[in-house]
C-alpha cells in the first residue's frame, strides 16, 4: 500500500458514456498527477496539479477533464471516449523538497472503450 | 523526453545480484537520480533516490559516479518477485516536478 488509492480498478465504457477515475491520498501531498500508460508504451503524463491549482496540461485531449477540489482528492472526468483510449491510468501525487520527495503511485485504473 | 538511457532488458539468476546501468549524461546540478519499478500492470514503485552520495535502503543500493554522469541500481539477491520493469529518471527537488519516465530496463530474474 502506497497511500495513494485509485478507485475503480477496472471500468468498461461505451464510447458514448460518461464516467470518472478517482484518486485520493492522505499522505499531506500537495501536488497530484495523471499519467496515461497505453499497452507496451512508458508512461506519458497528462496532468499536473500543485496546491489544486491545475499547472500542466500535455496536449491531452479535451475528452479528458481533470478535477482537483482539494489537495487530497484529483478526478478524471471521462466523455466521448475512443477505443484507443483504452489503457492504465495511473495517479501519483508528491510534496516538493528538499526532503520526503518521492511520488507515490496508485495502482491505476484499467480503462477499457468498447 | 526522458533525460537519461538505459539497456532494454536485462536477466538475472535468482539469488544473484542484479546491477541495472543507467546513463544520463546531461545531469544538472540540482536534479537527484530517482528508480521506480512497475510490476506487470501495478502501479509504479519507488526504490531509491540520490543526488550525488550512494545511497542504500532495505530493497537496493544506489551508485552514483563521481561525474554524476551514470549510475547503478543494485538489487543484491534478486528474487523472482523483482522482475518488473525498472525505470531511471532524473528529477529536480525544488518542487513539485513529475517524473518523466522513459522505456526503462525489463529486468528478467530466472530461477
Known amino acids: 500500500e502506497t497511500g495513494v488509492t485509485q478507485t475503480p480498478r477496472h471500468l468498461v465504457m461505451g464510447m458514448t458514456n460518461k464516467k470518472s477515475l478517482k484518486c485520493e491520498q492522505h499522505?499531506?501531498?500537495?501536488?497530484m498527477y495523471w499519467y496515461k500508460q497505453s499497452a507496451k508504451k512508458p508512461l506519458e503524463l497528462m496532468f499536473v496539479?500543485?496546491?489544486?491549482?491545475?499547472?500542466e496540461n500535455n496536449s491531452v485531449p479535451s475528452r479528458f477533464s481533470p478535477e482537483c477540489p482539494n489537495s487530497s482528492h484529483l478526478f478524471l472526468h471521462l466523455h466521448t471516449l475512443q477505443p484507443e483510449d483504452s489503457a492504465l491510468y495511473l495517479c501519483?501525487?508528491?510534496?516538493?523538497?528538499?526532503?520526503?520527495?518521492?511520488?507515490?503511485f496508485g495502482q491505476g485504473t484499467r480503462l477499457t472503450v468498447v | 523526453d526522458a533525460k537519461t538511457t538505459q539497456p532494454p532488458s536485462m536477466d538475472c539468476a535468482e539469488g544473484r545480484a542484479a546491477n541495472l546501468p543507467c546513463n544520463h549524461s546531461t545531469i544538472s546540478g540540482n536534479e537527484y537520480v530517482y528508480w521506480y519499478r512497475q510490476i506487470h500492470s501495478q502501479g509504479p514503485q519507488y526504490i531509491i533516490h540520490g543526488l550525488k552520495n550512494n545511497e542504500t535502503n532495505e530493497m537496493a543500493s544506489l551508485i552514483i559516479t563521481e561525474d554524476r554522469k551514470s549510475s547503478t541500481l543494485i538489487l543484491p539477491h534478486a528474487t523472482l518477485r523483482d522482475t518488473a520493469v525498472y525505470y531511471c529518471?532524473?528529477?529536480?527537488?525544488?518542487?513539485?516536478?513529475?517524473?518523466?519516465f522513459g522505456k526503462g530496463t525489463r529486468l528478467s530474474v530466472i530461477a
Open positions: 496539479y500543485n496546491f489544486k491549482e491545475q499547472t
Open positions: 499522505l499531506g501531498h500537495n501536488a
Open positions: 501519483a501525487s508528491s510534496r516538493p523538497g528538499p526532503m520526503n520527495t518521492e511520488a507515490f
Open positions: 529518471i532524473v528529477r529536480n527537488n525544488s518542487g513539485n516536478t513529475p517524473l518523466v
